[in-house]
């Protein structure tokens, strides 16, 4: 239910946004499908036979699939500034895994039928963990927050007047949970709304 909420919030930020846009200024709005290569750091229990067997932090590769929802308020052709939320869920040694990124800040564009553009977006990411194991030890649940950075570049290609058609978005995403740094690939596609 959480989750649902916050995704509405995010479709009526798009759509307040949208209604306020002056006459030559221009609202773009994308959503599609992610998918992250994701550094998951797990509290993990080593399985003993004794009651205190040890615990420590671990990174683990997991494959995160999901959504991205962003709106683009371009007060100029090249220049705009860019709202961003993703959502990337997956299994990660046995527990289930759920990364959201929450990110803002500048994109560029070439305005043309093939329009590529980059942008640079600072936020935070939320990551939890539930629990799950393994025949060698025991992943502990866990959840928290911490900066996130995104930094990356897409091609938009126009197929009618106000929708485009985004076939690849590639970015470097940057969290940092458990007091270390994880450094993960973003890919997404779908749809892009121009208003």
């Known amino acids: 239910m959480i989750r ?10 798009l759509v307040l946004a949208a209604s306020a846009v002056q006459a030559q200024d221009t609202v773009e709005i994308f959503g599609g499908y992610s998918f992250v290569r994701g550094s ?29 929802l962003s709106g683009t308020y ?8 860019t709202a961003d ?14 990364l959201e990124t929450f990110l803002f800040g500048p ?30 030890y025991f992943v502990d649940p866990t959840s928290q927050t911490s900066f996130a950075a995104a930094f990356g570049a897409g091609i938009d290609v ?3 007047p106000f929708v485009s058609f985004r076939p690849i978005q590639i970015d470097y995403l940057l969290t940092r949970f458990s007091s ?16």
């Open 180 to 195: 270390g740094t994880q450094s993960q690939p973003r890919f997404s596609a779908g749809v892009v709304f121009h208003f």
């Open 40 to 68: 998951v750091p797990l509290l993990v229990t080593t399985a003993c036979p004794g009651p205190a067997c040890p615990t420590a932090t671990a990174s683990y590769g997991s494959n995160l699939n999901g959504f991205e």
């Open 107 to 136: 994109q560029i564009s070439f305005p043309a039928k093939v329009s590529p553009f980059a942008h640079v977006l600072f936020g935070a990411a939320h990551e939890s963990v539930g629990n799950g194991s393994t025949p060698d």
């Open 4 to 13: 649902f909420a916050k995704v509405l919030a995010v479709l009526c930020f």
């Open 158 to 160: 126009s197929v009618a």
């Open 74 to 81: 371009k007060r100029t052709d090249w220049l705009g500034f």
């Open 85 to 98: 939320f993703g959502g990337n869920f997956g299994t990660t040694q046995g527990a289930s895994t759920h």
